[in-house]
């Protein structure tokens, strides 16, 4: 036989109902800037097109360790990158939109052996509802550019 207790007591149907909106809302916590803040390590899958023409394209992958302040910096004296292409440092500003979890878009700066070798964008970015993990995609005007298009996955460490 089924237990009905919770069915016919009107004021544990509204503790049980406020309970799960409560548990709801926790989950779903805002985000603010200082959730970017830390280190991040971050592996992507990058596709560079060198002929348009009959689609021929290569792919790499890249290992980064991004630190972030609290403002949202990061610069080339802390952050690196490892991929089949070689090293390389990168700095950038990431800005939280609004009370959401996405990032607004933003130029991040490569430096190979020091030097700026070019700026890719940061098109899409997001943290997850627990602030622990991000995706990011980029470059999304490599047609016109050349620039390499490329999807992160961040974890915060």
């Not at 090293?87 to 700066?109: D, L, N, R, W, Y």
Request: include cysteine; hydrophobic fraction near 40%; charged fraction near 15%.
């Amino acid at each position: 036989m089924r237990n009905h207790n919770i069915a016919y007591k009107p004021l544990a149907r509204y503790a049980l109902a406020a309970l799960l909106s409560t548990a709801s809302i926790a989950s779903q916590a805002e985000c603010v800037q200082r959730d970017l803040a830390g280190t991040w390590l971050v592996s992507g899958l990058s596709t560079v097109t060198f002929d348009p023409v009959n689609h021929s394209e290569a792919s790499f992958t890249t290992f980064c360790k991004v630190v972030v302040g609290n403002n949202g910096a990061f610069a080339k004296k802390s952050s690196s990158c490892t991929s089949s292409v070689g090293a390389s440092t990168i700095s950038g500003k990431m800005e939280i939109v609004g009370k959401t979890c996405t990032v607004k878009a933003f130029p991040m700066k490569v430096f190979v052996t020091g030097q700026p070798t070019t700026t890719f964008t940061v098109d899409s970015m997001a943290l997850d509802k627990g602030k622990s993990t991000f995706t990011a995609t980029g470059n999304k005007d490599s047609a016109i550019t050349g620039l390499a298009q490329f999807i992160w996955q961040g974890v915060k460490q």
